[in-house]
């Protein structure tokens, strides 16, 4: 395999971006250019010297156009080995010249589910030439060099400056990697689409595909590499914000941007904020504004909120960004922020503001994927709620309608908090969160000493635990984790029920005076 100059391309593309530019160069090196449809059209009115395929295979398209690069003269000319005798006496039998330079991007399928395509129109989207004559080309990249970017047309131009007209063995391999990926990617859109629209949960094979959005300067810890794909989901957040400033995205940013994001997207009725460390919250809450939303979501955990992502619900203003500058903040993500607190915000370089446009819709359904050692889980993403409608009273006592206000609050949050997780509530504002022990006794002492050195911190006679609510993510297995939230000082609880021995906990409450519903749901977070 050597680098030999190009003497032929086929060009057919559904991105005409830098096409005219490319397809000049090209002829300029002598280069014979074959192109199809559109691509030839463009090509030739812009005064190019090009060939319609067509006439190179004497074949005519057909079928709408179905039917046009399927043919040996076009197959045989990408999949032909130069330096196989059998291969050169067949080409030359039938008559079939090499090309060595393929520049293929494929029907725009994914752009027309997006656009929310009928199923007609999405199946005249699936490109077959395309992938064939891509697929072609890549498997015999040792002697012809296939482009299915556009940003990839430099690097070839450089590549031929550099080679007297040939494409290095080196980008040659590069680009066929390149080139599979994208058939890859392309089939795997089709795949789930075809899923979809079957109405298939978990289809009998699971195929993935993102694009490289950037790579990071490490992963979780500095000795791990780690980068950042997006895929085709059309959801508001980290995938789709606009960075406005800052220093670039650490993975564990992304993560946590992300857990704030879907958290405060849970509060649709009001201005909303969340503060996450760890893909933990450290302290939630609602308010008339952001500032007092956040103002309360800070005086639930100040210590732990220090370095810690923020995210709101609404667009940020100056009076809230004021009060985020005054400590130390890693990342703030809003749908938008007004210029005033842009500008406060700029004089703090390394915090990174990004927006996204919008808020997601925390009912959406989607599936989320976790890699096992040799496989994967998916499920789908929790987006289960009860209406308060449905809540079972347990005890004798019925909650206030604050308290149920509260609890419906406090369950919400603990949804996105990591198992076992207790959350403590009062007037809208997380006062004490206890997330990931293994015993949920645990998580409920945490969660009330966390509020009393809270307290301790502010001048307080008592933690704010006292006279708030408590939700458990899932049910209380014996009544000592209710003993400790009575003792913490709320006056209500929420929890999933379903224990054996609920009616141990319901007169473990009863005998505290406290009110306690049952949701029949429950939200674990591994």
Known sequence: MTDRPVSRALLSVSDKTGLVEFGRFLSGKGVELLSTGG??????DAGVAVREVADYTGFPEMMDGRVKTLHPKVH?????????PEHQAAMKEHNIGAIDLLVVNLYPFEATVKKGADFATCIENIDIGGPAMIRSGAKNHGFVAVVVDPNDYAAVTADMEANKGAVSADLKKRLAAKAYARTGAYDAAISQWFAGQLGETFPERLVLAGERAEILRYGENPHQQAAFYRNAEVRPGVATAKQVQGKSLSYNNLNDTDAAFELVAEFTDGPAVAIIKHANPCGV?????LSEAYAKALACDPVSAFGGIIAVNRTLDAATAKLIAEIFTEVIVAPDADADAQAILAAKKNLRLLLTGAMPDPQA??????SLAGGYLLQNRDNGRVASSDYKVATRRQPSAQELADMKFAFTVAKHVKSNTIVYVKNGATVGIGAGQMSRVDSARIAYRKAQDAAAAAGL???????SVAASDAFFPFADGLEVVAEAGATA???PGGSMRDQEVIDAADKAGLAMVFTGMRHFRH
Do not use: C, N, W, Y
């Not at 691509?39 to 030739?44: D, V």
């Not at 809450?285 to 504004?289: H, I, K, L, Q």
């Not at 006679?461 to 006279?467: C, D, H, L, R, V």
């Open 39 to 44: 691509t030839f059209k463009a090509l030739r």
């Open 76 to 84: 045989g000319g990408l999949l032909g080995l130069r330096d196989h």
């Open 285 to 289: 809450a609602v308010g008339a504004s």
């Open 365 to 370: 359904a989607a599936m989320t994927v976790k």
């Open 461 to 467: 006679s008592e933690p704010a635990t006292k006279g």
């Open 493 to 495: 609880v929420i929890q």
